[in-house]
T-cell receptor
Framework: DTEVTQTPKHLVMGMTNKKSLKCEQHMGHRAMYWYKQKAKKPPELMFVYSYEKLSINESVPSRFSPECPNSSLLNLHLHALQPEDSALYLC????????????????FGQGTRLTVV | AQKVTQAQTEISVVEKEDVTLDCVYETRDTTYYLFWYKQPPSGELVFLIRRNSFDEQNEISGRYSWNFQKSTSSFNFTITASQVVDSAVYFCALSGPSGGSNYKLTFGKGTLLTVNP
C-alpha cells in the first residue's frame, strides 16, 4: 500500500477563517512533507517533518502552521490566508532515514485544492 | 545549488508514437538522486522511477524507459507506443542524500504531454 490520503479534497475559505488540512499515511514512513503547487507550476516545498520533528521550514508565512501529532499524521493549520494562497496543497511521505547515504522516493497524496475568497 | 531543466514545455503526439521527455540537471553533490513523477489532471503526483548517481544503468519498465547519462547530466524518459492515458504533466526531480537539509526535491518546470487518439 503506497497511499497517502489527504482531506478535504476541495476547500473554500474566507480570509478570516481558520481551517486545517489533514494528511495520513500507513506505510511506516518517518518523513512527511507539505508542498504548495500553483497552476502550471512545479510543486514548491513548504515544510518537512523528520521523525515527527520539524526539520525544514522554507520561510513559509506564519499563517501556515504545520503539526505532526504522530508518525502517521500531518496537519496544516490555516489562518488569515490571502487570495494568493489559493493553490493545490500536496502532502507526501518517504521512508526517511538517518543514514545520509540513503534516499528514498516520496509518495504523494491527491492534494487539497484550496480557494481563498 | 541544484537545478533541473525540462526544456520542453508541451509535447503533443498521436497515439502509438514514441515520445522522449528531456531532463537536464545541475548539482554539486557527488551523491544524488533523480526521479520522474507523473501528474494527471486529478492532481496526484505518481512516482515513476528513482535513480541514484552511482547507477548509470538504463531501465525499462513496460512501455517506459529511462536513459541516465552523467557525462551530459541528463536523465531522459521515453514512452514507447504512447497511449491517451499517458497524457499528463511529467516532472523530473533531483535531491541530494537523505538527512538534514537534503530531503528537498528540486523539480523541473514539467512537460505537459498530450496524446491524441
Amino acid at each position: 500500500d503506497t497511499e497517502v490520503t489527504q482531506t478535504p479534497k476541495h476547500l473554500v475559505m474566507g480570509m478570516t477563517n481558520k481551517k486545517s488540512l489533514k494528511c495520513e499515511q500507513h506505510m511506516g514512513h518517518r518523513a512527511m512533507y507539505w508542498y504548495k503547487q500553483k497552476a502550471k507550476k512545479p510543486p514548491e516545498l513548504m515544510f518537512v517533518y523528520s521523525y515527527e520533528k520539524l526539520s525544514i521550514n522554507e520561510s513559509v508565512p506564519s499563517r501556515f502552521s504545520p503539526e505532526c501529532p504522530n508518525s502517521s499524521l500531518l496537519n496544516l493549520h490555516l489562518h488569515a490566508l490571502q487570495p494568493e494562497d489559493s493553490a493545490l496543497y500536496l502532502c507526501a511521505s518517504s521512508q526517511g532515514t538517518r543514514d545520509t547515504r540513503v534516499n528514498t522516493e516520496a509518495f504523494f497524496g491527491q492534494g487539497t485544492r484550496l480557494t481563498v475568497v | 545549488a541544484q537545478k533541473v531543466t525540462q526544456a520542453q514545455t508541451e509535447i503533443s503526439v498521436v497515439e502509438k508514437e514514441d515520445v522522449t521527455l528531456d531532463c537536464v540537471y545541475e548539482t554539486r553533490d557527488t551523491t544524488y538522486y533523480l526521479f520522474w513523477y507523473k501528474q494527471p489532471p486529478s492532481g496526484e503526483l505518481v512516482f515513476l522511477i528513482r535513480r541514484n548517481s552511482f547507477d548509470e544503468q538504463n531501465e525499462i519498465s513496460g512501455r517506459y524507459s529511462w536513459n541516465f547519462q552523467k557525462s551530459t547530466s541528463s536523465f531522459n524518459f521515453t514512452i514507447t507506443a504512447s497511449q491517451v492515458v499517458d497524457s499528463a504533466v511529467y516532472f523530473c526531480a533531483l535531491s541530494g542524500p537523505s538527512g538534514g537539509s537534503n530531503y528537498k526535491l528540486t523539480f523541473g518546470k514539467g512537460t505537459l504531454l498530450t496524446v491524441n487518439p
